[in-house]
C-alpha cells in the first residue's frame, strides 16, 4: 500500500506562464528576488529537471520551500538526497 502523497497545485495558465519566463530569465543571470536555479535528477527519466527557486533564509541559514506543495522539483531533490 502507498502512502497518501501530500498535496500538489501544479501551475496553470498564467502561472505556468509566469514560471516559464522566470526560468528563461533566471538561466541568463537575470535576478529575481534572489532567484537560483535548481538542477536535479528526474526520479522516473534520469534526465536532469532545472527550476527556478528562492532560497528563503531562516535563522542563519537558507532553506528552499516549495509553495505549490508537494512539488516534482521537491520530490526529485529528496529521492536524490537520501
Not at 2 to 26: E, I, S, T
Request: charged content about 20%; aromatic content about 8%.
Amino acid at each position: 500500500m502507498h502512502a497518501a502523497q501530500p498535496h500538489y497545485r501544479g501551475p496553470k495558465g498564467m502561472d505556468a506562464a509566469f514560471n516559464r519566463v522566470a526560468r528563461w530569465l533566471v538561466e541568463r543571470g537575470v535576478n529575481l528576488a534572489g532567484a537560483q536555479t535548481l538542477t536535479v535528477t528526474g526520479r522516473k527519466s534520469g534526465t536532469p529537471q532545472t527550476v527556478p527557486v528562492n532560497p528563503m533564509p531562516f535563522e542563519g541559514r537558507e532553506y528552499l520551500v516549495s509553495p505549490r506543495g508537494n512539488t516534482q522539483w521537491a520530490r526529485n531533490a529528496r529521492v536524490n538526497d537520501a
